[in-house]
């Protein structure tokens, strides 16, 4: 069983900056690729950036140039650090993981449970 667990969302205003975390846990052998969706109300989840186990990146147009997207490989964590901070990004930030777990033949992708993130003045 492999748990992610997020947090770091809060309520800030427009042009401020905010850290999210996730950390995988449980019966995790090899952690391939991690990344960040985001989904707010009546909008589809979109990738917001993703991370390789080498460290690639890619990120959405939309917030390339301020989010920057790491992983700490030793304790399984990915961040995502969001600058200048506005309105449309408010939504509820999800962590996904391709994870290959004890008794398990392949990797399978996971997901968080969410942290939300609203900016506004």
């Known amino acids: 069983q492999v748990q992610l667990v997020e947090s770091g969302g809060g309520l800030v205003q427009p042009g401020e900056s905010l850290r999210l975390s996730c950390a995988a846990s449980g019966s995790t052998i090899s952690i391939n690729a991690m990344g960040w969706y985001r989904q707010a109300p009546g909008k589809q989840r979109e990738l917001v950036a993703a991370?390789?186990?080498?460290?690639?990146?890619n990120y959405a147009d939309s917030v390339k140039g301020r989010f920057t997207i790491s992983r700490d490989n030793a304790k399984n964590t990915v961040y995502l650090h969001s600058n200048s901070l506005r309105p449309e990004d408010t939504a509820l930030y999800y962590c996904?993981?391709?994870?290959?777990?004890?008794?398990?033949?392949?990797?399978?992708?996971?997901w968080g449970q969410g942290t939300q993130v609203t900016v506004s003045s």
């Open positions: 991370i390789t186990s080498g460290g690639s990146t």
């Open positions: 996904n993981a391709n994870v290959k777990s004890f008794g398990t033949p392949r990797y399978s992708y996971y």
